[in-house]
């Protein structure tokens, strides 16, 4: 637990908490989309996109631990992300592609009945805890470290046993996954890059992307360059636009990582 803890202040010192001005935030954004599509050493671009992707839920995930930890009432909350993804699509008429998985009672069922929303009978997928990025929502440190402390090697993470508790939202083409329900044992068992967890629902905002960019600061409708107004904290509303546009190259290139979410959804991509 020690070698956690001094991780955790390695990360706090280096982190800077404030991504600037208008200016600087594009630059930011251009710095990402430069190392990609300007870079003469990326040749495999795709496995670029995703290792980005992924580094950059991490820091996220991380970011908002040693929020927990520090200032348990400021935490900024990750699993905004998804909804500003929601809200995107609503201002551009489109709702996105949703697969929910088995094992929902009958009033949720009606309750998702619903155009764009489909239920299968899989009652959910299971992944290596590490197969893809996680961002996470570890907004009260003490289950961090009560996390720390329970899961070990004797007691290796399992999704599937406390299935009644995960909540994972799985979105493509952002290709990563957003936690609702189990963020601090699957934070921990990310660290420990051991045990396996589930993934209950399936979306797909491809239908968005002809429609919608990200410019660095905000997102823009394409039909005529107008801001979709969002008030939320920097590091969501910026991070979520990176991901957003990375995502954009993942979908050029038809690229999957989960079997069933490219069955179900070939169909938005013909």
């Known amino acids: 637990m020690l070698s956690f803890l001094e991780n955790i202040k390695r990360f706090k010192d280096a982190r800077i908490d404030k991504l600037g ?11 990402y989309m430069n ?21 950059i839920v ?27 993804y ?42 290596h805890i590490n197969q893809l990025p996680i961002l996470l929502n570890p907004w009260k440190g003490k289950r961090v470290i009560g996390a720390l402390e329970g899961i070990n090697e004797n007691n290796v993470f399992d999704g599937a046993e406390y299935s009644w508790n995960i909540q994972n939202h799985y979105l493509y083409p952002m290709n990563i996954i957003i936690c609702h329900g189990g963020n601090h044992s699957q934070f921990v068992a990310k660290i420990k890059n051991r045990g396996y967890t589930i993934v209950n629902e399936l979306h797909d905002y491809s239908k968005i992307y002809d429609l919608v960019e990200f410019d660095g600061e905000n997102y823009l409708k394409r039909v005529d360059k107008s801001i979709i107004e969002l ?34 959804f070939k169909i938005n991509h013909v």
């Open 231 to 264: 008030d939320y904290n920097e590091h969501i509303l910026f991070y979520s636009g990176v991901i957003f546009e990375m995502g954009r190259y993942i979908l050029k290139n038809n690229y999957h990582s989960l079997n069933l979410a490219k069955e179900k």
């Open 35 to 55: 190392l990609i599509f300007k870079n003469n050493m990326c040749r495999n671009k795709l496995l670029v996109v995703n290792g980005l992707i992924s580094t």
């Open 86 to 127: 929601n809200i995107i699509a609503s201002e551009v008429s489109q709702s996105p592609h949703s697969i929910t998985l088995g094992g929902m009672i009958e009033d949720e069922q009606k309750c998702c009945n619903q155009e764009g929303v489909e239920l299968v009978d899989n009652k959910y997928l299971k992944i």
């Open 58 to 84: 991490e820091y996220m995930n991380f970011l908002e631990a040693v929020q927990a930890l520090e200032t348990p009432r400021k935490v900024q909350n990750n699993s905004l992300i998804e909804k500003i």
């Open 21 to 31: 001005d208008s200016h600087e935030k594009k630059k930011r954004f251009s710095g």
